[in-house]
């Protein structure tokens, strides 16, 4: 079927949503001729997009559009539409070769264990932090697993990628932001070092290097976090993402920014993330002057990337704004096909045993086996195992440089004057686990030891409180 075929017979279910978004254009009311002007720019650009497809279903930027057709119209990806489950799929398909394309390079016998994830271990190529970003935030969107997704753990992988910030190609705050970002809506963890190092790019004119895109994309992504329960309250952030807003409020006087259509769009996004009074940053001036330029054609500059910025702002969207409220229907939907092709819909779970030893000449004090989602990291079965075991399993962990470092476990505290730790190993790391608590997922049938004993016995897998403190 295509896109002119089906276009009629979806509009009805369609433009009851563009509508509802675009009445968020600058406060305006639907009535509003600007409001009009902005919903007919909008569908333009919409079918020049479709226009740019390839004969797979996909673009050359794949996540970025399918992200941007999502986020405007929360009803684009419908389980009786055929043209968005194929846009959709072919997304699927490009995120699963990308994995496919990773570098996994084994150590050489005699070299050091520890992990430099940056350098040796697995490696992306061509797929950079931000455009694994948007693969998640576009998958996010369109009501997919991506702490699971098909076996791959998607927002462990960007976790890690994030630790690469400031080396190799990985050194703008666009990227890290938009990394951040990624987090924060799908449901990572946002950590401290990730805020602190967006307050810490801050320059001396409280804007971002490259000037109006990478603060545009850190406003978006401290405002998503602002929201989170533990940053609520930070006073620092807040100042932070004040000054970001006044030096963005000079946009629309710079003719830098005015002449570039692209970090105009991003400026729209970010004033909207902030829920900046309309009349306080010139909404509807800006948005006149993007619908100024639009080329006859429907695009924005004949250009896919800025073409797929603007799309939220001629509906008062950003990336902030993704809604994912229409995928419990979306599941239901697809579960609904699934029965009846007899296909077995139950989630996925694996079966660990976790043991815990705290005299290196004794036997198991303590053992507990139990089933978890197959998305769990060995820190969220901690916590679970703490919650509902009653009493049977407590520890106490703290946030550090390295992620969460345990310092106790069921009252046996970590003893840095005695050198003795708590170290993790299992069955199929013997040596010990490189990772810590929470970038580790264990696999099925895994058995998972906590040994407390001497510095020497300890692993890379828990660095100790000295470690992390000389930076060792």
């Known amino acids: ?97 990308a994995l496919a ?28 932090t931000g455009q694994l970003a948007y693969h998640i935030l576009a998958l996010h969107a369109t009501c997919h697993d991506v702490i699971d997704f098909h076996g791959n753990p998607l927002i462990h992988l960007l976790e890690r990628q994030m630790k690469c910030f400031k080396t190799g190609n990985f050194n703008n705050y666009f990227q890290y932001g938009l990394g951040v970002l990624a987090l924060c809506n799908a449901g990572g963890k946002v950590k401290k070092q990730h805020v602190t190092e967006l307050m810490k790019g801050q320059y001396s004119d409280d804007g971002y290097q490259h000037c109006h895109d990478s603060t545009a994309m850190v406003m ?60 306080e940053w010139d909404c509807e001036a800006v948005t006149h002057k993007l619908i100024k330029v639009q080329q006859q054609s429907g695009s924005f500059g004949e250009h896919l990337m800025t073409t797929m910025q603007v799309l939220p702002s001629l509906v008062g969207a950003h990336y902030g704004s993704i809604d994912t409220n ?50 769990s990291s060995l820190y969220d079965i901690m916590v679970t195992l703490a919650t509902e075991h009653g009493g049977a399993f407590n520890f106490t962990a703290s946030d550090s440089e390295w992620g969460r470092y345990v310092q106790s476990i069921n009252g046996v505290a970590a003893d840095s004057k005695a050198e003795r730790f708590w170290a993790i190993y299992s069955n199929l790391h013997p040596d010990g686990l490189m990772l810590g608590v ?35």
């Open 220 to 279: 978006m992504a401290l405002s998503c976090v602002s929201k989170l329960p533990e940053f609520s309250n930070s006073t620092k952030l807040n100042s932070t993402l004040q000054k970001a807003k006044n030096f963005l409020k000079q946009c629309p006087a710079r003719k830098d920014c005015l002449g570039n259509i692209h970090s105009l769009a991003l400026y729209t996004q970010a004033m909207k993330s902030v829920d900046e009074d309309p009349t």
């Open 1 to 97: 079927m295509t896109r002119r075929n089906y276009e009629f017979c979806l509009l009805i279910v369609i433009l009851p949503c563009i509508l509802g978004a675009s009445a968020n254009l600058c406060g305006l009311q639907d009535d509003n001729e600007l409001v009009s002007e902005a919903r007919d720019s909008y569908q333009k650009a919409v079918d020049w997009l479709y226009s740019q497809q390839n004969n797979q279903w996909g673009w050359e930027h794949t996540p970025s559009i399918v992200l941007s057709l999502q986020m405007t119209n929360p009803n684009w990806f419908h389980i009786d539409d055929l043209e968005s489950q194929l846009n959709v799929k072919q997304l699927q398909i490009e995120t699963l070769a």
């Open 326 to 375: 229409g995928c419990r229907q979306v599941e239901e939907d697809q579960e609904k096909v699934d029965a009846g092709f007899g296909i077995n819909i139950a989630p996925p779970h694996k079966y660990i045993k976790i043991s815990v030893i705290t005299d290196e000449n004794s036997s198991n004090e303590l053992m507990i086996e139990r089933i978890v989602a197959a998305d």
């Open 101 to 128: 394309r990773r570098k996994n390079v084994k150590r050489k016998i005699g070299e050091p264990k520890h992990v430099n994830y940056c350098e040796d271990d697995e490696t992306f190529g061509e797929l950079s």
């Open 438 to 472: 929470e970038d580790y997922y264990p696999a099925d049938k895994e058995h998972i030891s906590f040994k407390y004993g001497y510095r020497g016995q300890c692993h890379d897998g828990q660095r100790s409180a000295e470690d992390e403190d000389t930076g060792r």
